[in-house]
């Protein structure tokens, strides 16, 4: 059985990325977009506490409920829509296999 998931992430200029992201060493979205050297800041080092690795989710996989920090961080960040998360608190599992993602625009 596989250990890696294929993630599809359309970055700010519209171009589509197949991400290829391994579920079993805890990494999660924002480290994946760094180590592919995509333009996601992750400031804060995935604490919950900058948005810079804001993203919308465009498939219909069911992710965890957003944490108390999340929700507090995405009200108060820019281009928010129903569908924003934080890459940072998105776990890599076998579950997310085909996940779609956009990136957020930049502030």
Known sequence: ???DIKIYL?????KRHELVAPTDMQM????ICKAY??????TC???ALCASCQCYVES???LPKKSEDEEA???EAFYVKENSRLGCQIQMTPELE????????ED
């Open 98 to 105: 085909g996940l779609e993602i956009v990136l957020a625009p």
């Open 10 to 14: 359309t970055d700010r200029e519209g």
């Open 45 to 47: 080092g995935g604490m």
């Open 60 to 62: 219909d996989h069911k």
């Open 37 to 42: 050297e995509l333009p996601v800041e992750g």
């Open 1 to 3: 059985m596989s250990l």
């Open 28 to 31: 999660n979205l924002m480290e």
């Open 73 to 75: 961080m995405l009200s």
